[in-house]
């Protein structure tokens, strides 16, 4: 069965500096979102993304974030300067059909920020 | 502001109990979906309603769009079925993003 992979899956990395977490989602989905998840907390949405532009982003998502779709098979977030608060479990959805629509999640990345 | 409410926030069964977590939305929404977080965290969707009621195995979610509720209700419980269950909607007002309910901590004993 297709699943949406995320890479890597645990991420450890100093304040200020710049990560990049990579989602691959199913084949042939056009929806792709960032959601995100402090330790504790409910899981939280970032982003949303369709034919190769942000569709809505939260308060959560300011200049420091950024999404790519580089090659039409990877979807990646960068943050620019992490921050301690940025520390988080990181999943990756995408989506088929038009919304609303099942997501299907990646296994997450958690980014631990030192 | 849209809120997404659960309850109980934990519920611990005994093998073979029948189970139900509830979930209740404050506005109108365009489907409602429910999911399993497992203890390494990742989210597996279970579920994706507008109306009436679905069945998967020992699964059934159902949901009252006039009272703005769901339920999800687990037959034969396993101690597999631990785990956590959250309820997400996707507001007819904004998009296709999720907006998640803090979840029912499930653990059903042997």
């Known amino acids: 069965e297709p699943e949406v992979t995320q890479t890597p899956s645990h991420q450890v990395t100093q304040m200020g500096q710049e990560v990049i977490l990579r989602c691959v989602p199913i084949s042939n989905h056009l929806y792709f979102y960032w959601y995100r998840q402090i330790l504790g907390q409910k899981v939280e949405f970032l982003v949303s993304f369709y034919n190769n532009e942000i569709s809505e982003k939260s308060e959560i998502f300011d200049d420091q974030f950024s999404v790519e779709r580089p090659d039409g098979s990877n979807f990646t977030l960068k943050i620019r300067s992490t921050k301690l608060e940025d520390s988080a479990m990181y999943f990756c959805?995408?989506?088929?059909?038009?919304?609303?629509?099942?997501?299907?999640f990646g296994p997450g990345t958690r980014l631990t920020v030192l | 502001k849209n809120e997404v409410e659960q309850s109980p926030q934990n519920l611990t069964a005994q093998e073979g109990e029948f189970i139900t977590i509830n979930c209740s939305y404050s506005v109108g929404i365009s489907a409602l979906h429910w999911l399993q977080q497992h203890p390494g965290g990742g989210i597996v969707s279970l579920f994706m309603l507008s109306s009436g009621k679905k069945k998967h195995g020992r699964l059934i979610a159902t949901i009252n769009i006039q009272e703005k509720h769901s339920s999800l209700h687990i037959t034969a419980s396993h101690p597999r079925d631990s785990a956590v269950y959250i309820c997400a909607v996707s507001w007819r007002s904004s998009g296709d993003k999720l907006t998640f309910g803090t979840g029912t901590r499930l653990a059903v004993r042997p």
């Open positions: 959805a995408s989506q088929g059909g038009r919304p609303p629509d099942t997501q299907y």
